[in-house]
């Protein structure tokens, strides 16, 4: 089993910058990929970024390419969303997730989740 727990999230005014945080323990896999989703209020939860166990292959959601950075620190089982220029749009949780094998963007190919971190952007 992987657990996986998020923190960072919180209230940030438009414009500003927050950075999430995905720690993951137990079973470790060296292939796969993690990425982080979220889900607003009555909508379905949706891709935001993923990256490759090596770093190599990182891919992310149309609507936060150019504003949103994924990364991470194989080290320290740790992986990372650098969020700036936010928007009211982007208020939503937000989770980690991981598979241990393939990369891509569906959410039904990840195996393991996270809690969720509220993020809210005030306009």
């Known amino acids: 089993q992987v657990q996986l727990v998020e923190s960072g999230g919180g209230l940030v005014q438009a414009g500003g910058s927050l950075r999430l945080s995905c720690a993951a323990s137990?079973?470790?896999?060296?292939?796969?990929?993690m990425g982080w989703f979220r889900q607003a209020p009555g909508k379905e939860r949706e891709f935001v970024a993923a990256?490759?166990?090596?770093?190599?292959?990182?891919y992310y959601g149309d609507s936060v390419k150019g504003r949103f950075t994924i990364s991470r620190d194989n080290a320290k089982n740790t992986v990372y969303l650098q969020m700036n220029s936010l928007k009211p749009e982007d208020t939503a949780v937000y989770y980690c997730?991981?598979?241990?094998?393939?990369?891509?963007?569906?959410?039904?190919?990840?195996?393991?989740w996270g809690q969720g971190t509220q993020v809210t952007v005030s306009s």
């Open positions: 997730a991981a598979r241990p094998y393939g990369f891509g963007a569906r959410l039904d190919e990840y195996d393991y």
């Open positions: 990256i490759s166990w090596s770093g190599a292959a990182i």
């Open positions: 137990g079973r470790t896999f060296s292939s796969g990929a």
